[in-house]
Each structure stands twice: as C-alpha cells, then as structure tokens.
C-alpha cells in the first residue's frame, strides 16, 4: 500500500503560479509511475500529466503542455507539479495518483491504484 498526501493547492491570479507536492509512503516509491490528474466541478477526472520511472519521458496533456513541470524526488518519496502561467480553465481539484500502469494507459486514471486526498486549486481575480 502507498498512501498519498498532497500540499500546495490555493487561490491564485491568472498568470500566476503554484507548485503542488505528493509525498508518498508505504512501499518503494520509485518502483511506482506518478502522476497527476484534476477534476474541475461537473467534469470528468482528467490527465495532466504522468512519469512511469524518474528518467522516463513525461506525458503531458495538450491543455498543459509548456505551462506545467512534473518532477520527482525519489529520495524523498515525493512527486512535484509545478504550474505556470494559470489560467481560469485549470481551476479544479487536483490528485496525485501511483500505480503501474501499461504504457498505453498512462492517462487513464482507473489505471493507477494509489490516490492522495486532493488539493483545491483555484485560478481567480
């Protein structure tokens, strides 16, 4: 079992930027491939963006792409989503997720097992 917390959500500009944190605990974090997803009010959860093993290609999504960072830290158990350059649009509550997903199913999110408890994320002026 991991289990998943994350920090660093909050009301924030358009333009502006946050930096979201998941540290990780239980089993061997680097074994596993992180990721994270949002899920904005009556909408679907959806991929932002996922890293199977630190070193691997990171996959992002089109709405993302070039605005947002994910990073890890094995050392530390932890996995980062830094976010530039906000927009209204990315308002939503976002997950950190683990799991060992196939390749091809990096952006679904029912192939992760592990979820932290979400972090608010609110883009507003």
């Known amino acids: 079992q991991v289990e998943l917390v994350e920090l660093g959500g909050g009301l924030v500009q358009p333009g502006g930027s946050l930096r979201l944190s998941c540290a990780g605990s239980g089993r061997t974090f680097s074994d596993y491939s992180m990721a994270w997803f949002r899920q904005a009010p009556g909408k679907e959860r959806e991929f932002v963006a996922s890293?199977?093993?630190?070193?691997?290609?990171?996959f992002y999504s089109d709405s993302v792409k070039g605005r947002f960072t994910l990073s890890r830290d094995n050392a530390q158990d932890t996995v980062y989503l830094q976010m530039s350059n906000l927009e209204p649009e990315d308002t939503a509550v976002y997950y950190c997720a683990g799991g060992r997903p196939i390749l091809s199913a990096v952006r679904s999110w029912n192939a992760y097992r592990f979820w932290g408890q979400g972090t608010q994320v609110t883009v507003s002026s």
């Open positions: 890293q199977r093993r630190k070193g691997d290609p990171i």
